[in-house]
């Protein structure tokens, strides 16, 4: 079992920026890919940006390329994610998710594990 907890979302203005957090817990996390999605109500989740345990794999969404960036820190088992440049298109919820994976996957099914959520709400 693996156990995520996010933290760091909130209410912020348009423009403005925010940094999520994400610690793992639970099981060796060599050879994984940590990721985040994102969802609203009446929507299915949304890839936006995952990296692989060596950091050599990363991805993101083109919505959210050059505004936000991942990074993890493997010593302390926490991936975390700058948004940068918000926009109110970015109002979700954020969901930071695990895959025992060298492979990095762009596919919310083929992830193993998730947080339970953080909001992001981003005013005009």
């Known amino acids: 079992q693996v156990q995520l907890v996010e933290s760091g979302g909130g209410l912020v203005q348009a423009g403005g920026s925010l940094r999520l957090s994400c610690t793992a817990s639970?099981?060796?996390?060599?050879?994984?890919?940590m990721g985040w999605f994102r969802q609203v109500p009446g929507k299915e989740r949304e890839f936006v940006a995952a990296l692989s345990w060596s950091g050599g794999s990363i991805y993101y969404a083109d919505s959210v390329k050059g505004r936000f960036t991942i990074s993890r820190d493997n010593a302390k088992n926490t991936v975390a994610l700058q948004l940068n440049n918000l926009k109110p298109e970015d109002t979700a919820v954020y969901y930071c998710s695990y895959r025992h994976s060298t492979q990095v996957v762009v596919i919310p099914q083929l992830y193993d594990y998730w947080g339970q959520g953080t909001q992001v709400t981003v005013s005009s």
């Open positions: 639970g099981r060796s996390f060599s050879s994984s890919v």
